[in-house]
């Protein structure tokens, strides 16, 4: 079945580069996508990768796809005290009319 | 631009209660709709999403439903509260990827 694996916590600091990973099933997926949520607020849109490209630079992000293990990951560098939220990777279902969520990762950044 | 809205921002009701949430979208025409939940357990969990007026998918059975009167409103319903559906309730909108609100935290005493 469809699902899409993360692990649950990490912690950095300040300053340090953070590494999301995740894990994802459906090899057709178009697009895969990653999310921020800061605490009691929705899920903001981080940023997304196109299944034909291996990498997406914006800013402090680096999106790295690995199609042949279904793997992404999210490199966040600088890290702030202000990225310390749950971030979700996300895929298309086969059906194309819903994402399937993982479970989120909550980063921790300590000073 | 669009922006997304929900009301309330929290809500506390007591068990066997009703409910209705509400959802709009500004800025776009026919978006696909989406009600999540999400538990303590901080996994989203989807509900129902709609493509159209009328068109309702229910992605999970339960005592909550949903409906699309207008393009742009998207209205979460219960006939009576379970413990079981306290959480944080997201509507979201998109074609591909999708929008999130602000959510709407409900607590059921």
């Known amino acids: 079945g469809e699902d899409v694996e993360q692990s649950l916590f990490l912690s950095v600091r300040e300053g340090d580069s953070s590494v999301i990973n995740c894990t994802y099933t459906?090899?057709?997926?178009?697009?895969l996508y990653w999310y921020k949520q800061e605490p009691g607020a929705g899920l903001q849109l981080l940023t997304y990768i196109f299944s034909n490209m291996d990498m997406k630079q914006d800013q402090r992000l680096t999106v790295l796809l690995n199609k042949k293990d279904k793997h992404l990951s999210l490199r966040i560098a600088d890290t702030q005290t202000g990225d310390s939220a749950i971030y979700f990777c996300a895929e298309p279902n086969q059906a194309g009319t819903a994402l399937i969520f993982g479970k989120g990762t909550t980063l921790s950044v300590s000073s | 631009s669009q922006t997304i809205h929900q009301w309330p921002a929290t809500l506390v009701q007591p068990v066997g209660s009703p409910l209705s949430l509400e959802c709009t979208v500004e800025g776009t025409s026919n978006p696909n709709l989406y009600w999540y939940r999400q538990a303590a357990g901080r996994g989203l969990q989807l509900l129902f999403y709609?493509?159209?007026?009328?068109?309702i998918s229910s992605e999970v059975p339960q005592n909550l439903s949903a409906s699309r009167p207008q393009d742009r409103q998207f209205i979460l319903s219960s006939k009576k509260l379970l413990l079981s559906d306290s959480g944080f309730y997201l509507c979201?909108?998109?074609?591909?990827?999708?929008?999130f609100g602000p959510g709407t935290r409900l607590t059921v005493l």
């Open positions: 709609s493509v159209g007026i009328g068109q």
């Open positions: 459906d090899s057709s997926s178009t697009y």
């Open positions: 979201a909108w998109g074609r591909g990827e999708q929008f």
